[in-house]
Every structure is written in C-alpha cells, then in structure tokens.
C-alpha cells in the first residue's frame, strides 16, 4: 500500500479558533490599560437611569405617590424610587465625568437646548408617577414652576450629549436619545 501524505497549506479550524481567542484576550487587557474608567461614566449613568426609570413606572402601576428621585450624593449619582412607605429601590453610579441636567416639557435636543436646571445635592429632579404609570409632574426642584406639570414629556441631559439624553414619555416611559413629540 502506498503512504499518501498531504500537504496542508494553511490553518486548521481548531488554531484558527485558538487565534481568534488569543487576541481577543489581547484587545480585551490592551483596552483596560488605555482608556480610562470615566469614559464609561455617562454611558453607564444614562442606561441605569433608563433602567430605573422603567422600573420606576412599573412600580407605579397599580399604586399611588410613586416618584424617582436623580440626585448627586458625594461622588456619586443616586437614583431612588419612593412610595408611600420610603424608599423602594436605589441604584448609585459613579459621578466622575457626569454633569446632569434636567426640563419638563423641553423635548429639543441637548445640544441645542441645553438641560434647563443642573442636578445638585440641593436641587434633584423628582419625577412623579400616577397609578397608571404615567408621569403627573416633576422637574428640577428650585427651578421656577416646580413641580410642573407633564404635558410633552421630560429629559434628563448628561454633559448636555444629545447620545447621553434620556428621555421620558408623558406615558412614563424612559428610553434613550432625542425626544420625540
């Protein structure tokens, strides 16, 4: 019987998946060495509160006086859900790179309409919630009006990013972006 041998010119599948996992590993620890944390912050601020938000309004339904408090404490940005009873749930998100600002009912877009009350230890936005799930009234505390009833919605502004906005519905609803009317 004769030896056939064949030449293989290339990778196999198996060390061509090992490849692709090596230097994945290698993207993975080179970016933790070269960018900083802060350049997540606002990302990671603006999904929590779409997160919270949401939560926010399905704990409203159904019960009275729910509201979401955002609030700078310290070096961190806090948003808490209260009912009736005191607090309901509480997330913390690291402050650095973060500068928040809110309006009612001011649906342009955060470059050009920048946030109309910035968001401080003294002055939160309180978002208040009915038992449908809809928002009643909010905004920035101290600003003039407050609170103000929603008619077209209400947005939180981050570093005044149109990508960093967050925007919420009369319906409650919270979601990512330019406002729509």
Do not use: W
């Not at 946030?115 to 928002?135: C, F, K, Q, R």
């Amino acid at each position: 019987m004769p030896n056939h041998k064949t030449q293989s010119d290339g990778f196999s599948v198996i060390e061509l998946v090992i490849v692709i996992f090596v230097i994945g590993i290698v993207a993975a620890v080179a970016m933790t060495r070269t960018l900083r944390s802060d350049t997540y912050n606002a990302i990671i601020a603006r999904d929590q509160l779409v997160s919270i938000a949401r939560s926010a309004q399905q704990k409203a339904i159904g019960r009275t006086d729910v509201s979401l408090h955002i609030q700078p404490i310290g070096n961190s940005l806090q948003f808490r859900i209260e009912d009736e009873t005191g607090v309901v749930e509480t997330i913390n998100t690291d402050l650095a790179e973060v500068i928040p600002s809110g309006d009612v009912n001011q649906l342009a877009s955060c470059d050009v309409v920048g946030g109309g009350s910035v968001v401080s230890l003294a002055t939160p936005m309180v978002l208040n919630y009915n038992e449908l799930g809809d928002l009643l009234d909010g905004g920035v505390t101290g600003a003039p009006g407050f609170p103000e009833d929603v008619s077209t919605g209400a947005r939180l502004c981050i570093n005044n990013d149109p990508a960093m906005s967050v925007c919420f519905s009369p319906s409650g609803f919270a979601y990512v972006g330019a406002c729509v009317e």
